[in-house]
């Protein structure tokens, strides 16, 4: 690695999208680090711009996208880099995985040949070394019968096979950083607890950073060790999973929680959030989620809230925390 | 006709099965007719190719399925993709033709000549679609969407439109804002509360949800979830509510299903099932919800493997290529639901329950949780801090 | 439900009231928002529109009888006397024969898109709409049409039924519903699975009335911007049949007749033999591009 010791580094991102009739601020000053070895959870519901922030590191963003901040992976600033280093970057260093493997895999090919191919074209070995790495390869994310997987196609694959044979084509190249776009959440419940404890145990054996984005508290309960919540566009609180988790602090971290259906009484009625997000296409003034939160002051409503650090590694962004811990504390950034 | 409630909270709102509505005129057979009954119902693709076009398998999507659903229940419908539940809500609506068995509402079968007229049971029964985009016709106003199905059985353009818009209010939308609208201007949420609205608009007695929260941000779901129950009140209904979400299904429902593979497995009281759960693939079901506590995190799948294919499913008990208490006589034998079960019952089709089956494990099958089932979540704590 | 308020629950509103534009907008006036933020498209628009009414008001701006001879100015050059485009074969004046024949050529370049999307388009929706073995019989129909190509098509119909004006557009007609139905017929399928359609069966629609209310709005657009491409088509097919002597009889001026009649004398006066082609080409060309400018236009996910 290089003198620094981040994986990724994200400074001040934004993205916006410009279009005709509109340009939506999708992203809108995100800030993180990932070390390391370290697995970053980024939760937030749809249009929150979790999987935007995300591309973002890989640049996988359509043309109509415009960049602004800073984004290092392994300490090479991605949005200066030219088209070659970017392919030589994505999966090699980088790679990802998606919700629906059927659209990441080509149809045409079998399992085996694909991940071949990549081993082939980034390490430069010949087809039958290749072929010989994507049987391993599949042995090691536990596909079952991987000799014969390696002849199927996609297609002729269950859900959770094709999720494997995705991360296995994804690990191909030992990546430091592997990025995760919900990859649980089209599986089925007995599965998506299988491909969970497969990731665990793969990023602890190949000691890679990962960043894995997901709506559901469960999952980031079960594979982070921090937590960054997003809300239109920003992060509004991150911390260590178990802080995070149990005593969260952004009254959205608290709403999401509290309405997430979990062995609730069934004589009551569960405690939504009221409301729904903003449109990221209007300008937002104050705290986004002022208008859904019901301990909104005048102060939310017209002055954003600033990012402070409440405890260690923590950081939030109210100004009813900041407003508890003294918000001249306005601690930098999470060590 | 609909008596205004009283107030929220009401509390006895008592999750017993033989809860029978109050006095309702649109009904037939009287308290102890189940709403809804389902015989032995089947639906076969035909799998067709080869260069003649022919049918060379056959996806048992739903195979011989039985179950009723009780005057004012919730049922809740449970299993994995592929599993048939979707299948199931069509059949139900008799949107796909069955391929065999017998659908009867209020004591009259559906579907025949001499039972429910079709334009009756369209009226009496009705469905909320998951998926919110193509659920709404994008160039029609939303209150046209809602008007759509009172027109069709003759009310008038104008009183259509001014019950599209007490729904609207019903569901939360404010009907002079969104009534006008057309769908691509309302959320995730939004539409689907217009779908509700659209499904209520015929009167209902029975809703079929099909996944009608699934989609949804968990915020917003859990908004639809509070509506679904405040209607179902409001407007006396029964729900079928259909559903992948293990968590959800135990908070709406006062009973469930769990299907697998075109089968019931475990039907039953949802407290019981979620407390004592019987058949080896609810129990794994139920053990692989994920915990939101860091601390909780298994290591160990609860069962390995995908569900199997539909098309050629595996003999016997289609669960025992997963079971870990498979023994030779699933392999050949398939289970039934014990016959003669009432609706309070709950019952399973595994020959571990079943003393003439001749089980190895019969009355001796070890409990599915070792512990207590987990608390009601962290939710109290949360709302205390806040 | 009548004593029923339309007051929304406490607690259960789903807000939402700050996304929502102040007005509202529906598919078409979107359509039009767009349209007029598209100044290639809104140009060649007004082209197409000048075409037209040139056409309309011909006997009004023509400066001369198209159909009156001249012996002594025969196949004069641009701007010769009073002929601002100078005359033709028979000493008759280019500028006004351009302006009539824009009637003909229109007449026969929108009637038949208009004639085969009633048709085709009506045929396409049935099959898509039914499906089964209504679907296999009107689209086995179409195919066998497919089977030869339009200009051979509608060569032989025309040259079976005879020339003439009513024949040529007939012909054309024939050429087109196969392709519109086509259209139709696969917008419709796609329409017809959605949930939206599912959900008015299952309130207890009848066919007519879910086609109506659901289908036909949701086809409409691709139909409709296939249709407004096909009319450039028309009007070169309509040209070649003319060409061909198989279309508008003489002397009713039409540009692809002119074309014909002229090509003679192309050594003689290039410049004016080429004008009726130029015309040809404006038009179809503007009827392409608005077409283009409509498909960026309603182009709206369903």
């Given at each position: 690695?290089?003198?620094?010791?981040?994986?990724?580094?994200?400074?001040?991102?934004?993205?916006?999208?410009?279009?005709?009739?509109?340009?939506?601020?999708?992203?809108?000053?995100?800030?993180?680090?990932?070390?390391?070895?370290?697995?970053?959870?980024?939760?937030?519901?749809?249009?929150?711009?979790k999987s935007v922030s995300m591309r973002a590191l890989m640049r996988l963003l359509p043309s109509k996208a415009k960049i602004g901040g800073e984004v290092e992976v392994n300490g090479k600033d991605v949005l200066k880099m030219s088209g070659r280093e970017l392919t030589r970057m994505r999966g090699k260093e980088v790679s990802m995985i998606f919700q629906e493997p059927m659209t990441a895999l080509d149809p045409v090919y079998t399992v085996g040949d694909q991940i071949a191919e990549t081993v082939m074209r980034h390490e430069g070995v010949s087809k039958e070394e290749g072929l010989k790495r994507a049987l391993e390869l599949l042995e090691f994310v536990r596909v079952p019968s991987a000799e014969r997987r390696l002849k199927a196609y996609p297609f002729e694959l269950s859900g959770g096979l094709r999720q494997r044979a995705m991360i296995a084509m994804a690990l191909s190249c030992r990546p430091s950083l592997l990025l995760a776009d919900e990859p649980t959440t089209a599986l089925d419940a007995t599965v998506q607890i299988q491909v969970l404890i497969l990731l665990r145990k793969l990023q602890k054996e190949m000691g890679m950073g990962v960043i894995f984005v997901t709506h559901d508290l469960g999952v980031a309960a079960q594979i982070a060790d921090k937590v960054a919540v997003m809300y239109a566009g920003r992060i509004v609180e991150m911390g260590p999973v178990r802080d995070l988790l149990r005593n969260p602090l952004h009254p959205y971290t608290q709403g999401m929680l509290a309405s997430t259906v979990h062995g609730q009484d069934r004589n009551t009625d569960i405690e939504a959030i009221p409301g729904s997000p903003p449109d990221m296409r209007n300008e937002i003034r104050g705290c986004a989620f002022a208008p859904r939160c019901k301990h909104a002051t005048e102060l939310c409503r017209t002055t954003e809230p600033p990012e402070t650090s409440p405890g260690e590694g923590r950081a939030v962004r109210c100004h009813l925390v900041s407003g508890m811990t003294g918000a001249e504390q306005d601690a930098p950034a999470y060590a | 006709m609909v008596t205004k409630e009283k107030s929220a909270d009401t509390k006895a709102r008592a999750p017993s099965v033989e809860v029978v509505p109050p006095g309702d005129p649109r009904d037939r057979g009287g308290p102890a007719q189940p709403m809804f009954m389902v015989r032995d119902l089947k639906k076969h693709f035909p799998v067709r190719g080869g260069a003649l076009n022919r049918t060379v398998a056959k996806v048992l999507a739903v195979d011989g399925v039985s179950f009723e659903v009780v005057k004012g229940e919730t049922l809740g419908i449970v299993g994995e993709s592929g599993c048939g539940k979707s299948t199931l809500a069509r059949l139900l609506m008799h949107l796909i033709d069955i391929t065999d068995g017998e659908l009867i509402f209020d004591g009259e079968e559906v579907g025949v000549r001499n039972g429910i007229a079709m334009r009756d049971f369209r009226k009496a029964a009705q469905m909320v679609f998951q998926d919110s985009y193509s659920s709404l016709n994008p160039r029609l106003p939303v209150e046209d969407s809602i008007a759509y199905g009172p027109r069709v059985h003759g009310m008038s353009k104008k009183e259509a439109k001014n019950l599209a818009r007490e729904l609207l209010g019903k569901v939360g939308l404010r009907p002079e804002v969104f009534g006008p609208r057309y769908p691509h201007e309302l959320s995730g949420g939004q539409k689907q509360r217009v779908n509700i609205a659209r499904a209520l608009a015929m009167s209902p007695r029975l809703v079929i949800l099909d996944e009608a929260v699934s989609a949804l941000d968990k915020s917003v779901e859990a908004q639809v979830l509070n509506l679904l129950r405040h209607l179902k009140r409001h407007f006396n209904l029964t729900y079928v509510f259909i559903s992948h979400d293990l968590n959800v299904v135990q908070y709406i429902s006062d009973r469930v299903l769990v299907m697998y593979l075109g089968e019931v497995v475990e039907i039953g009281p949802v407290d019981e099932i979620y407390a004592?759960?019987?058949?080896?693939?609810?129990?794994?079901?139920?053990?692989?919800?994920?915990?939101?506590?860091?601390?909780?995190?298994?290591?160990?799948?609860?069962?390995?493997?995908?569900?199997?294919?539909?098309?050629?499913?595996?003999?016997?008990?289609?669960?025992?290529?997963?079971?870990?208490?498979?023994?030779?006589?699933?392999?050949?034998?398939?289970?039934?639901?014990?016959?003669?079960?009432?609706?309070?019952?709950?019952?399973?089709?595994?020959?571990?329950?079943?003393?003439?089956?001749?089980?190895?494990?019969?009355?001796?099958?070890?409990?599915?949780?070792?512990?207590?089932?987990?608390?009601?979540?962290?939710?109290?704590?949360?709302?205390?801090?806040a | 439900m009548s004593n029923a308020t339309t007051s929304v629950p406490s607690g259960l509103d789903a807000g939402g009231l700050d996304q929502l534009s102040p007005d509202v907008r529906s598919y078409w006036q979107m359509v039009g928002f767009r349209l007029r933020h598209d100044p290639v498209t809104l140009f060649f628009g007004a082209v197409i529109l000048f075409v037209i009414l040139a056409a309309i008001f011909a006997p009004l701006i023509a400066p001369k009888d198209p159909t009156l001879t001249s012996m002594i100015d025969r196949l004069k050059p641009i701007g010769y006397k009073d002929y601002l485009l100078g005359?033709?074969?028979?000493?008759?004046?280019?500028?006004?024969?351009?302006?009539?024949?824009?009637?003909?050529?229109?007449?026969?370049?929108?009637?038949?898109?208009?004639?085969?999307?009633?048709?085709?388009?009506?045929?396409?929706?049935?099959?898509?709409?039914?499906?089964?073995?209504?679907?296999?019989?009107?689209?086995?129909?179409?195919?066998?049409?497919?089977?030869?190509?339009?200009?051979?098509?509608?060569?032989?119909?025309?040259?079976?039924?005879?020339?003439?004006?009513?024949?040529?557009?007939?012909?054309?007609?024939?050429?087109?519903?196969?392709?519109?139905?086509?259209?139709?017929?696969?917008?419709?399928?796609?329409?017809?699975?959605?949930?939206?359609?599912?959900?008015?069966?299952?309130?207890?629609?009848?066919?007519?009335?879910?086609?109506?209310?659901h289908i036909l709005g949701n086809v409409l657009a691709p139909v409709f911007v296939y249709a407004s491409g096909m009319v450039s088509v028309s009007i070169l097919l309509a040209s070649g049949l003319s060409f061909l002597g198989l279309g508008v009889a003489p002397p009713t001026p039409d540009w692809g007749l002119m074309l014909s009649t002229l090509r003679q004398a192309i050594y003689m006066n290039p410049i004016v033999c080429a004008l009726p082609g130029v015309a040809i080409l404006i038009t179809s060309l503007s009827f392409n591009m608005v077409s283009d400018g409509l498909r960026q236009a309603m182009d709206v996910k369903l």
């Open positions: 690695m290089t003198d620094n010791a981040y994986v990724a580094r994200v400074e001040n991102l934004e993205v916006k999208f410009v279009s005709r009739e509109s340009t939506t601020k999708a992203v809108n000053g995100v800030s993180f680090t990932l070390k390391e070895g370290e697995v970053l959870s980024i939760i937030g519901e749809s249009g929150s711009g | 004592k759960p019987k058949h080896p693939y609810t129990r794994a079901l139920l053990k692989s919800r994920l915990s939101m506590d860091p601390d909780e995190r298994m290591d160990e799948a609860p069962i390995t493997g995908d569900p199997p294919n539909p098309i050629n499913p595996p003999s016997g008990c289609r669960f025992h290529t997963r079971c870990q208490f498979a023994e030779t006589l699933c392999k050949t034998v398939a289970p039934k639901l014990p016959e003669g079960a009432r609706p309070s019952d709950h019952v399973t089709a595994c020959h571990m329950y079943n003393q003439t089956a001749g089980h190895s494990l019969f009355g001796k099958v070890p409990p599915a949780f070792e512990t207590p089932v987990a608390e009601p979540a962290s939710s109290a704590r949360v709302a205390a801090k | 005359t033709d074969e028979l000493g008759r004046d280019m500028t006004s024969r351009l302006i009539w024949g824009a009637r003909s050529s229109l007449l026969m370049g929108l009637m038949p898109v208009v004639f085969a999307l009633l048709i085709g388009g009506a045929l396409g929706v049935i099959a898509g709409y039914v499906g089964g073995k209504t679907n296999m019989v009107i689209m086995r129909i179409m195919d066998v049409f497919y089977a030869f190509p339009s200009i051979l098509l509608a060569v032989a119909i025309s040259g079976a039924m005879g020339g003439g004006m009513l024949n040529g557009l007939i012909s054309l007609t024939i050429v087109f519903i196969p392709p519109m139905c086509r259209i139709a017929e696969t917008a419709t399928t796609q329409v017809r699975g959605l949930d939206f359609v599912e959900a008015a069966r299952a309130t207890g629609g009848g066919t007519g009335s879910i086609i109506v209310t």
